[in-house]
């Protein structure tokens, strides 16, 4: 035998391991949650832990005798625990099914944990078994706060997850993956991509302002609504400072957080666009989100005062006529980048940036974290990256001057002023 190819014995070994652990990892969090709600469930952590087990052994018997063994194990378990289910007296008259299908759910991860998949290697099945336990774990664990956002859910927004799921499963997969048209850049695969990567993350911190809150004011309301859009925040709180100057302060504080929480934000872009440019960019994003950080510890201890903003004046950024302006502004600002690098080095892309930073900051940062994956130098496409950062960053604190009056924008100035002075020093010395 090959030394390099593990023991069978050893392979089994640990499939039978894996599947055991699945069903307590399982078990534990139903024993848990039966002794949370004073009750002992039928099917708890020993139980789970032998279904897993029971599982594992059928999927190896069944590498021997046929897949028909482990098919008669996973029925036989199905109708033991539907069987002790209906047994169980009922409480409040509730009649879920969650301890059934985590009892099935772990005897079907036993199965797989010992049976070979076409083209897996072992390491990586067991990965998968493991992967998918801890999801389910995770998924029993935060039953109150997915109840809760279920109930939150308007029809319009429970449409627009569809949506996005559709876009991502069904409209990418089809959409041709190469340059379309005389001008490079039109590729309808990585347009259809990018959409639904800001699209998701844009829709995840909507559903994140949803769901927690406002928190403890304004300051929290500025870093829960910069997960979705900081320039509808920028906008929103310094209109409350104008009817109310007494918020100067804590609205000051939320739309630096609001600013500060982008650059985390484009960080994550990068890192699903191109992993290189994202070590290049980490530092001096990461420093300037620092700075925004020093405001985070001040919003921390700040309690705040007056009424939040209204979550729903936030415009839903997963609504398909969002994806779609987005996807059309990314369109153009990555065939003028590409085009302005091709006539006049850097400095036309550098001019796109600073345009490009007016309006949105997401878009400009997918194109150049595109271009960089193509090929332009990280360095250039860096100093670009934070040059578009800085001009929208500048044109929020412009916007507070304007909107919220004098009071309002010195705060914000305090707070945004370093974030942009670090960019310009750190673009003009090519750091």
């Not at 072992?122 to 992967?131: H, T």
């Amino acid at each position: 035998m090959d030394p390099s190819t593990p023991d069978p014995w050893l392979i089994h070994l640990a499939g039978l391991g894996v599947a055991t652990a699945s069903g307590l990892v399982v078990g534990l969090e139903r024993e848990r949650s039966g002794a949370e709600a004073d009750r002992h469930p039928f099917a708890g952590v020993r139980t789970l832990a032998l279904a897993g087990l029971t599982g594992g052994v059928a999927g190896l018997l069944g590498s021997v005798w046929g897949v028909v063994l482990p098919l008669v194990v996973v029925a036989g378990i199905t109708v033991a625990i539907v069987l002790a289910g209906r047994a169980q007296p009922v409480q409040g008259g509730h009649t879920g099914v969650t301890t059934e299908i985590s009892a099935l759910l772990v005897t079907v991860l036993g199965v797989l944990s010992t049976t070979p998949l076409p083209g897996v290697p072992p390491g990586a099945r067991l990965g998968l078994v493991g992967a998918a336990a801890l999801v389910g774990m995770g998924m029993l664990t935060l039953r109150a706060p997915l109840h809760k956002l279920a109930r939150t859910l308007s029809p319009d927004e429970l449409v627009q997850v569809a949506q996005l799921g559709l876009l991502l499963l069904v409209a990418l997969p089809v959409l041709p993956n190469r340059d379309l048209g005389p001008l490079p850049g039109v590729n309808p695969f990585e347009i259809g991509l990018m959409v639904t990567l800001i699209a998701t993350i844009s829709f995840a911190g909507y559903l994140a302002v949803r769901w927690l809150g406002p928190g403890r004011g304004l300051a929290w309301s500025g870093l829960l609504g910069g997960l979705v859009s900081s320039t509808a925040v920028t906008l929103g709180l310094s209109s409350q400072v104008r009817e109310r100057p007494e918020l100067a302060r804590s609205a000051g504080l939320g739309i630096i957080l609001a600013c500060a929480i982008m650059l985390p934000r484009q960080l994550l872009e990068l890192a699903v666009v191109s992993p290189t440019l994202l070590r290049h960019a980490a530092l001096p994003l990461g420093v300037m989100g620092g700075l925004g950080g020093l405001a985070t510890l001040l919003a921390l201890r700040h309690r705040g005062n007056g009424t939040p903003p209204e979550t729903d004046r936030l415009q839903n950024p997963g609504s398909m006529r969002a994806a779609l302006q987005f996807g059309a502004l990314y369109v153009v600002i990555r065939v003028v980048a590409e085009q302005a690098t091709e006539w006049l080095g850097p400095s036309g892309l550098y001019v796109s940036a600073l345009l490009a930073g007016i309006a949105d900051v997401d878009a400009i940062t997918l194109s150049i974290g595109r271009l960089a994956a193509d090929g332009l130098d990280p360095t250039v496409a860096t100093r670009a990256l934070i040059l578009a950062t800085c001009v929208n960053t500048g044109v929020k604190a412009g916007l507070v001057f304007g909107v919220g009056g004098r009071r309002l924008g010195l705060t914000v100035l305090a707070g945004l002023g370093p974030m942009v002075a670090i960019g310009l020093a750190w673009a003009a010395l090519g750091l």
